[in-house]
Each structure stands twice: as C-alpha cells, then as structure tokens.
C-alpha cells in the first residue's frame, strides 16, 4: 500500500495579517487604500445595530467601512488649529 506523503491542505493564510482585510487598491488621487488611513479603529455594537449598518451601506451601495468614515467625520469635522 501507498502512502501520500502530500499533505495538503484546504487553505493557507497570508503571511501578512493586514492583507486578509484587504489588498491595498489605488484610489483615483493616487494614494494606495493602505497609505490614506494609518489607524485602525474597534467598537463593540450589538449584532442588531451592526446588522443594520450593514443593510444601509448595502443600500446605499457602499462598503460598511466608507459609511461609517463618512458619518465619522461629519460628526466630527476639523476644527481650525487642526493638523491634516
């Protein structure tokens, strides 16, 4: 009898955990996605609340993340003295 000495496995993960979220993609200004944001931001919602986050960016036809940059920053716009 033959063994297989082939393991394979159903998949593998990306040496870099940054690139499971999203590959870098050059935005129209030029700027790549992963040089525009340098920080990362985590909440705790209920699974209510980000269902419905989730079915309105849907509806507006935009991704969970640009609609919550959007509602952050008009919530919170830059005041004079601010750097950029």
Known sequence: MTERTDKRRFASRPGNPESWIRAAETK????????A?????????????????????????????????????REFPPTAGDQP
């Not at 944001?37 to 509806?59: H, M, Q, S, Y």
Request: proline share 4%; charged share 25%.
């Open 37 to 73: 944001f340098t920080a990362r931001l985590t909440i705790d919602v209920t699974p209510e609340l980000r269902g419905r986050i989730k079915v309105a960016a849907f509806r507006r036809g935009i991704t969970v993340t640009e609609a919550l940059r959007e509602l952050l920053a």
């Open 28 to 35: 129209p200004n030029g700027i790549a996605a992963g040089d």
